[in-house]
């Protein structure tokens, strides 16, 4: 762990010099506002986003933002991007109407702003580069239906309550089911776990306790919540290979269940939200002339298309996570 | 001059079970300056405290200006005109004079204070009284008889004040702020006011009061015109006149020495404190609050550290502050205030008389609790602590079987030397025999006990040998038998 | 004074009160799932099963051993808000040997089980006795010193991996979370009892455990009783951070994975465990018995209204209450 750490830091002292030594005529500075950082999948868009190919060639200073999971620390932190006179805005927001704040702030003082993950409840953004979560529940629950063959009973573990996330999930989910022929399945029990695994692992005990031998499918409405079920499961020694079980985003821990057989997982594609926003931020500063330099572009060719960069949204696609991609994917987390 | 301002008659009150007040008198005329005398308990504190309406009296008359009066609060007090110049500096040292004076009674404007009218009020209050201080200024920064000045003038700050009471207002000035202070309370007095004054230098009832009130036991035993009064006359009836308290006391002195402390120094508290205690002994130490006392039992225990000096128990030296090592030495310490640093009052009277012991009654840190127990109920036998049981919790206890129990925690561990601060402050009678027998069966038994105390009656009763404590120094030593209360009062004082 | 009969009652109060108020949270549920048996919504009354009971405890392992170290501050008068963080931090610590991405060794138990327990029980200690240095020696007051330690350990938490968690545990180390003896009893069960046994002795037994109480009761007169009141605080405090450590190494290895926010906001269930056992924020009055009581009412409540289908607000709800409600009910006991 510690070889990682000193890993990271050369890397970043590199960058730093080379960005000093190669600094052509005047490098973008790009402000990233991240909510928090103590979740996998945000440290994930946070090391994509430093591997952008322009960042790594000095092209673009990034500046990474910790919002402390408080939608007005972020405010703060947009207000601070302005006034430190940065090139453009990534957000991904804590609050979905709270901070429409730095979209107002970013257009008042000219600069775009290129909202990312999560959404906002404006239009006012230069672009919104997202995976859309309706879809994402949509994929999980449909995975689950079709192990289930659409017969049975199902739990689905929820998000924060009222949350854009457990929102659109969860809608996603219900249309999964929906398709189902009617009275086939039953949703036996909805309840919040925060998206903590710890949380999870209690609340499907306890559900395990109160269905014995009921439960066939579990959604979690996100990999740690569906990875805290199977710990239930596991400790109430029970398979976990009997029950159909699917989260969403991809964690590490998701791919090696997956790889285990244990469950599906949906990955949300971390770098292509980071790597996708940083691009269209770039389009804006520089102009037309400007290529895209991430890979993603040329991975998703035929599902996202680049349109001059101009577009009001780039949906990132999902991928469903299976044997056939897990190794690979595995492979890009050491 | 018929009608007093004030009258106070046959005044009683208890507390609990003890009677701090049993026939109390006072009487305050326009235009006189009464001086309040009396040792430490003998009710000055209480009468000044029913007529202030921080308690009620159980029985007796209040009468101002002729007119009976009864105050269920300090409020109701003020409101009839009675102020007092607080002993200690109570102001806030980071408002301003004017702040502090009108603190609680601002004048407001629309909801705010209205800063102009007060320090305009302030200016004229300070300048009738003849106060040359500035009421913008900040209290912290003014000079300590300044800021005495102040509290005087927010006493007088409520226009009806009539009755001023001055409780120790000396004690934290210099001689001539002093002076200047007598000179406004004259001036005080001359304007009409009936002034109280408490104090514990006699000298100062001669130089500033025209009459007097003499305190002891709850009672008032002699008032009277200053004119006249000597202050022989003024310390026997301080003392005299008092029912004898029964004391036990059966130990003879051995001539070996026991412990002994040499040259101890710690500032500013005392200065070069030396003297031996022998086998059997019981040496009193007397001194007024603030003359070290306290201080000094606090350094020989361990708790606080000496500048210089040494103590030695049976010739071995102590270590400074280290009170495990004192209590293993065989020295433990009944300290002033039992609530405060003698006894765990949420715990069992048991884990209180267990906790000192407990190091001596374990087997690699677990508690023996059948030792325990023995412990634990030989001193509840021994000190005749009436409880229901061991399980008792402390503070549903009176205050003598409180004070027993601290005894009983010294007592567990075997000492040789016990310090005693104040032994029976707060204890009625029944349980004050208590503690003089049990003083007395330890010396017996060929320990040494060092004792303060303000009861003239009781260190005379009881110790073999007298210290007198005063302003950190041992002026003085006396021996029982050749000594009186006179003597050891003069030399105090 | 009041009189001696009262107070036998009052003592007598103090031990059972809370098991009754245990055994009537029990009986509510319980006469709920049987209602609805008795409607036939239900086989069976499935709260009321061994296995039920036996998740209960399973659940309240991590609260309890947290709540176990609060108990010893709380009698202290003290508090530690740090036990939630000092667990993450240890937990990632622990995991940090435990993981099988580390690489092989050749003795892998002595890596994947000694060095990770050793690793969270040190950490666990270590911050325990900044707390206590910090609460003893410069007399900061527990409040302050335990909330520097809060966002002190969090961070160090998130620096160890540089925010990522740390998952992939071996088999071995997983063991202390999801393991069981005799195939019945869960090892975090068997934790919780050894843990609460040891206490038990720890504060009822030895001259430790009196001078907590003794201490919290009145810190001056422990001292002119000749305690050493700067060490037993600062050991107090250590023994709180040990037990963080402890179900630190719990909580990662019933997971499978050390998250940087674990832990998080832990240190208000342990606190309420504590409360609602009946001890006194003001220091020299708790037990253990009423501190396990005090975990079991809040894992059945987490539990019952799991099983009976109550939305999570209103939990938060009723615990907010309870917490209020053991408080009063113990202020009015000592009026």
Redesign the interface.
């Given at each position: 762990?510690r070889l990682?750490?000193i890993g990271?830091s050369l890397t970043l002292a590199s960058s730093l010099m080379l960005s000093a030594a190669v600094a052509q005529a005047d490098p973008v500075r790009v402000a990233f506002l991240m909510y928090g950082?103590?979740?996998?999948f945000?440290?994930l868009m946070?090391r994509y986003a430093k591997e952008h190919p322009a960042v790594v060639s000095g092209d673009v200073i990034l500046t990474m933002y910790d919002g402390r999971y408080d939608a007005s620390v972020q405010n703060d932190q947009g207000q601070m991007a302005v006034n430190t006179m940065q090139d453009a805005i990534v957000i991904n927001p804590m609050d979905y109407e709270a901070n429409i704040d730095v979209v107002t702030m970013a257009n008042d003082a000219g600069i775009p702003i290129v909202v990312t993950n999560a959404r906002l409840n404006t239009t006012e953004m230069t672009s919104e580069v997202v995976s859309d979560d309706v879809q994402g529940g949509y994929l999980e629950a449909k995975a689950v239906m079709e192990k289930l063959g659409c017969k049975g009973n199902v739990v689905i573990i929820e998000g924060p309550?009222g949350g854009s996330g457990e929102i659109q999930r969860g809608e996603g989910n219900m249309k999964a089911i929906g398709e189902c022929p009617e009275g086939q399945v039953t949703v036996l029990?909805r309840?919040?776990a925060n998206w903590?695994?710890?949380e999870a692992?209690?609340?499907m005990?306890?559900?395990l306790?109160?269905?014995?031998g009921q439960i066939n499918g579990v959604i979690g409405q996100n990999d740690?919540m569906a990875?805290?079920a199977i710990?239930a499961i596991?400790?109430a020694n029970l398979d976990v290979h009997d029950f159909a079980i699917a989260g969403v985003d991809g964690?590490?821990?998701a791919l090696?269940a997956v790889k285990a057989g244990e469950m599906t997982s949906i990955l949300q594609d971390a770098r292509g939200q980071a790597q996708g926003s940083i691009d269209v931020a770039l389009r804006a500063v520089k102009g037309a002339d400007y290529q895209p330099e991430s890979e993603i572009w040329a991975q998703y060719a035929g599902e996202l298309s680049w349109d001059d960069g101009q577009a009001k949204r780039y949906d990132i696609p999902w991928t469903i996570v299976s044997n056939d991609n897990v190794d690979e994917l595995l492979k890009d987390r050491k | 001059m018929d009608t007093p301002r004030l009258s106070m008659r046959s005044i009683q009150k208890r507390f609990g079970g003890v009677k701090a007040l049993t026939d109390g008198n006072l009487t305050l005329r326009s235009g006189e300056v009464h001086a309040l005398c009396g040792g430490n308990g003998a009710g000055k504190s209480t009468i000044l405290s029913i007529l202030m309406g921080f308690y009620k009296p159980d029985s007796g008359v209040i009468e101002i200006d002729g007119e009976a009066k009864s105050f269920n609060s300090a409020h109701e007090a003020l409101e009839a005109g009675i102020a007092i110049v607080q002993q200690e500096l109570s102001g806030v040292p980071q408002l301003t004079v004017a702040e502090n004076i009108y603190l609680g009674s601002e004048p407001r404007r629309r909801g705010f204070i209205d800063f102009d009218t007060l320090n305009r009020n302030a200016e004229e209050l300070l300048n009738r009284l003849g106060f040359d201080i500035d009421p913008r200024a900040t209290l912290g920064d003014l000079a300590v008889a300044t800021q005495q000045l102040v509290e005087i003038a927010k006493a007088l700050s409520h226009s009806n004040a009539n009755i001023l009471i001055f409780d120790e207002p000396t004690s934290a000035l210099g001689e001539k702020d002093t002076q200047r202070l007598f000179e406004v309370i004259r001036e005080l007095a001359a304007n009409g006011k009936a002034i109280a004054y408490v104090t514990h230098r006699l000298q100062e009832v001669f130089t500033i009061a025209n009459a007097y009130t003499v305190f002891k036991d709850g009672e008032t035993v002699i008032e009277g015109k200053v004119e006249g009064l000597t202050r022989e006359m003024l310390i026997e009836s301080m003392i005299g006149g008092s029912l004898g308290t029964e004391f036990v006391k059966d130990n003879v002195p051995a001539p070996a020495t026991l412990f002994e402390v040499k040259n101890l120094t710690r500032a500013p508290y005392f200065r070069d404190v030396s003297f031996q205690l022998h086998g059997n002994e019981i040496l009193g130490i007397y001194g007024l609050v603030g003359s070290g006392r306290s201080e000094l039992l606090d350094t020989l225990y361990g708790l606080e550290i000496a500048d210089s000096g040494d103590v030695q128990i049976e010739g071995r030296p102590l270590t400074p502050g280290d009170v495990d090592g004192a209590i293993r030495s065989g020295i433990a310490y009944v300290t002033e205030d039992r609530a405060r640093s003698g006894l765990v009052l949420k715990a069992s009277v048991g884990a209180n008389l267990a906790l000192s012991n407990l190091r001596f009654i374990n087997s690699f840190g677990m508690v023996q609790e059948r030792k325990e127990r023995e412990c634990v109920d030989l001193a509840i036998r021994q000190m005749h602590i009436r409880t229901p049981g061991p399980e008792e919790i402390v503070s549903n206890l009176s205050g003598g079987n409180q004070q027993k129990v601290v005894l009983g925690r010294c007592m567990a561990v075997g000492p040789k030397v016990l310090l005693l601060d104040e032994p029976t402050r707060g204890v009625d009678v029944g349980a004050k025999k208590d503690i003089y027998r049990l003083i007395s069966e330890f010396t017996v038994g060929g320990g040494a006990a060092l004792m303060i105390s303000s009861d003239l009656e009781e260190i005379i009763g009881m110790c073999d040998r007298i210290l007198v404590l005063r302003s950190g120094e041992i002026v003085e030593e006396f021996k029982h038998e050749a000594t009186t209360q006179k003597d050891l009062m003069m030399a105090a004082i | 004074m009041t009189s001696p009969t009262l107070s036998v009652k009052r003592i007598s109060f103090q031990k059972y009160g809370i098991i009754i108020a245990f055994l009537a949270l029990c009986a509510l549920v319980s006469a709920i799932c049987q209602i609805k048996v008795m409607q036939g919504v239900w086989p069976v009354n499935?709260f009321l099963?061994v296995?039920?009971l036996m998740?209960i405890l399973?659940?309240i392992s991590v609260n309890g051993i947290l709540a176990v170290g609060m108990t010893f501050v709380v009698i202290s008068a003290g508090i530690d808000l740090s036990v939630g963080s000092v667990l993450a931090f240890s937990g990632m610590m622990a995991a940090?040997f435990a993981t099988r991405s580390?690489g092989v060794t050749p003795w892998s138990g002595v890596y994947f089980v000694a060095f990770p327990l050793l690793a969270a029980l040190f950490t666990g200690a270590l911050c325990g006795l900044v707390n206590g240095l910090i609460v003893s020696r410069f007399r900061i007051q527990p409040f302050i010193a335990t909330l520097g330690m809060l966002l002190a350990a969090r961070g160090l938490t998130?620096a160890?991996?540089?925010?990522?968690?740390?998952?992939?545990l071996s088999p071995e180390f997983r063991w202390f979370g999801?393991g069981r003896i005799f195939d019945t009893l869960?090892v975090p069960v068997v934790f919780l009892a050894i843990v609460f046994a040891l206490a038990w002795v720890l504060l009822n037994k030895t001259v430790f455990g009196r001078y907590v109480y003794a201490v919290g009761g009145n810190e001056k007169s422990a001292r002119t009783s000749g305690v050493n009141t700067t060490s037993v605080l600062t050991w107090t405090y250590i023994f709180a951070g040990f037990l963080s450590g402890v179900a630190g190494i719990i909580?990662t290895a019933?997971?499978?994975?050390a998250?940087?926010?674990?832990g998080t906001s832990y240190e208000l269930d342990a606190i309420a465990a504590v409360v609602i056992g009946g001890a006194s924020l003001a220091g020299g009055v708790g037990r253990l018995t009423g501190t396990f009581f005090g975990a079991l009412i809040i894992g059945v409540m987490?539990?019952g209204l799991?099983?009976l289908?109550v939305?999570?607000?209103y939990q938060s709800i009723i615990k907010g209450a309870l917490i209020v409600l053991a408080v009063i009910i113990d202020s009015r006991r000592q009026a």
């Open positions: 762990m990682k750490l990271a950082n103590k979740a996998e945000v440290q946070e309550k029990e309840k919040t903590s695994r710890a692992l209690d609340l005990q306890n559900w306790s109160k269905h014995p740690e990875l805290g710990e596991k400790s964690v590490t821990d090696r | - | 499935v099963t296995n039920n998740l399973h659940q940090s580390t998130m160890v991996t540089g925010g990522n968690p740390i998952s992939a999801t869960p909580l019933k997971t499978g994975s998250q940087t926010s674990a987490n539990n799991d099983i289908g939305e999570s607000f």
